[in-house]
């Protein structure tokens, strides 16, 4: 996913970490991946926390998307960054704020997960096993998932991170 991108916290796009550990763990779902990101974070949310409710087949060779890793990963990192960005923002600021994109129909602004305590890395860890049992994975598989999401989200990467880049601040010499 060529296109990263933090916010001034330098946090990462759930979409990023979603690519990361998925190109690590369950690398043949890349393209699920890639055609979830032509989407909106609120679109992509809805549709996997519906497949995993449905017991018919889904059509288009999918049915098997309950028991695969992108649902897992997406659904908790996304519940993580809903989670903090809701403490963070107040209630009337939020409504308002939806309001607003609803009249003028702007893309909405992907989620973002900021950098995270030890103690919250080790909820996302634990939400990961959660998501990952309720949708069949075996359980050794669960925590390789689970301790991928939280070495990215402990480790974040990407291009923002130039500034602190030693190279970066060095200035050149002529």
């Known amino acids: 996913m060529p296109d990263r991108q933090t916010d ?8 990023d ?10 690398s043949d779902e890349l393209p699920l991946v890639a055609g979830l990101a032509r989407s909106d974070d609120a679109t992509v949310v809805r549709r996997l926390s519906r497949w995993g409710q449905r017991r018919e087949p889904l059509g288009f060779g999918l049915a098997e998307i309950a028991a695969m890793v992108t649902p897992v990963v997406w659904l908790a990192v996304d519940e993580v960054a809903q989670r903090l960005a809701g403490a963070a923002v107040d209630g009337a600021a939020k409504g308002a704020k939806g309001l607003l994109g609803k009249i003028f129909r702007r893309k909405k602004t992907p989620a973002v997960v900021p950098p995270l305590a030890p103690e919250q890395l080790a909820e996302v860890r634990q939400r990961v096993l959660e998501l990952a049992a309720q949708r069949g994975l075996e359980p050794e598989h669960a925590i390789t998932i689970a301790d991928a ?3 990215r989200l402990a480790l974040p990467r990407g291009p923002a991170q130039g500034p602190t880049d030693p190279d970066a601040s060095t200035p050149a010499q002529g």
């Open 8 to 15: 001034a916290s330098g946090g990462a796009r759930v979409r």
């Open 17 to 26: 970490v979603v690519h990361d550990v998925v190109a690590e763990v369950a």
């Open 149 to 151: 999401v939280v070495a």
